[in-house]
């Protein structure tokens, strides 16, 4: 069992190569050196505030280099991490059960809830993408993703483990992202919304060794388009529960794995339940959430999946998500791939609507500009069967988002009725 502790990696780094260039952002510039210093001086503060070993301190922590020195000082004063997004008001209180971090789930599709997850749970989710990606101490990794959700908190482990950089930058900016990996940047973590501004805002990367892509399906020709711009698309499939990474797909194997999410990861144990569900066990799943007992069994993830012959997952959409219309099965997130393709559309969400005639009719709602809801149906209707064709198209300038970036559904939903 892998265990990792940030502060004596940091102190090892410190030592070794105190002059290596650990955090950049716009302007700023920290060596292991300077890192260390930071970190060692934000713990003397939160320890005069009483935060220690079973304490819990909760942290707004937008994307600045304060932030990283912040998160890693919590860990070295032993307390758990409970990462914020701006606007919540944060607080030192007792840690309700033995956790590395707490983090909140993204509330997607459904309420957010707390999960505990152990230093041998990020260890194990370390050492696992480490092991795919080889991601090494000459690489930078550009952190885009919030902070306070377990994909973007992920790489700053990821990028103290290796030794590495990270490039750390206050949310995701098409233009500062696009002069980052025209720079320096090796690796960088987007959800697929991310991409298709990315490549609508135009460049070519030829350093970039890895885009992992995850938080919803990526289609093919989305890949394409990002691999022909110089972006190397590795899908991936992670939740909270399990750390961040599931599956992802290696570098090297992205065309032969088109339409999968890649192999699991060492130690994750995937099964199927008879409704295709996808369970996932093994030491980087959580110990439990932190309103509930612990956990002692495959965790159900509400993906619904299954496995191609040589072994790389498939993620077919969520078990709570699928529409049933005139006794057929839509998977709504491959509906939202082929709307997203379309050159004027930037997201799109679709959900089942009660219908009096079908049960339920397939509903989507589109952000994007100078297109006609005929234009969108015709888009989908060569592309797609046609029970699962939208019955409605809904045109909006912007879909309302969570703060990780991702279509919050539930709202996109009011906006439809």
């Not at 191609?308 to 998977?331: C, F, K, P, W």
């Not at 234009?375 to 909006?396: C, D, F, I, N, Q």
Request: with cysteine; hydrophobic share 45%; proline share 6%.
């Amino acid at each position: 069992m892998t265990v990792f502790d940030p502060a004596s990696r940091l102190d090892a780094l410190a030592a070794e190569a105190p002059t290596r260039t650990a955090v950049r952002a716009p302007g700023v510039e920290w060596s292991y050196g300077d890192l260390a210093a930071r970190v060692s001086t934000e713990a003397a503060v939160l320890r005069r505030s009483g935060a220690a070993a079973g304490t819990i301190v909760e942290l707004v922590v937008p994307g600045t280099p304060d932030s990283v020195a912040r998160i890693l000082a919590v860990h070295a004063v032993g307390a758990t991490l409970h990462p914020l997004p701006q606007g919540r008001e944060p607080h030192l209180g007792t840690a309700g059960r033995q956790a590395f971090v707490v983090i909140d789930t993204s509330g997607t599709s459904a309420a957010p809830r707390s999960v505990a997850l152990t230093a041998a749970n990020i260890g194990s989710a370390v050492a696992g993408s480490q092991e795919r990606l080889h991601n090494t101490a000459h690489d930078c990794w550009l952190a885009c993703l919030p902070l306070h959700h377990i994909g973007g908190l992920s790489i700053v482990y990821r990028t103290l483990a290796s030794g590495g950089t990270l490039l750390v930058v206050p949310g995701f900016a098409p233009d500062v992202v696009a002069e980052a990996l025209s720079g320096s940047a090796s690796f960088v973590s987007l959800v697929p919304t991310m991409l298709i501004r990315l490549l609508r805002f135009g460049g070519r990367f030829s350093g970039v060794r890895a885009a992992l892509v995850g938080g919803a399906s990526a289609g093919s020709a989305l890949v394409g388009e990002a691999g022909d711009a110089g972006l190397p698309v590795l899908q991936t499939y992670g939740l909270t529960e399990a750390a961040s990474q599931v599956a992802t797909v290696a570098p090297g194997e992205i065309e032969q794995s088109r339409g999968t999410v890649g192999r699991p990861l060492t130690g994750m144990a995937l099964s199927f339940d008879g409704a295709g569900q996808i369970h996932v066990s093994g030491p980087a799943v959580f110990s439990g959430y932190v309103d509930a007992p612990p956990r002692s069994y495959a965790h159900p993830t509400g993906d619904l999946g299954s496995m191609d012959e040589v072994g790389r997952l498939i993620v077919t959409g969520r078990a709570d998500r699928v529409i049933i219309t005139g006794g057929e099965n839509v998977s709504p997130e491959w509906i939202e791939t082929v709307l997203s393709a379309h050159p004027a559309v930037r997201a799109a969400a679709v959900f089942g609507k009660p219908d009096a005639e079908w049960g339920e009719a397939v509903v989507a709602v589109v952000e994007c500009s100078d297109v006609t809801e005929a234009e969108l149906r015709s888009w989908v209707g060569v592309r797609v069967a046609r029970h699962e064709v939208p019955k409605v198209v809904v045109v909006t300038d912007v879909l309302p988002r969570l703060a990780s970036g991702k279509v919050d559904r539930v709202a996109a939903r009011a906006a439809a009725d």
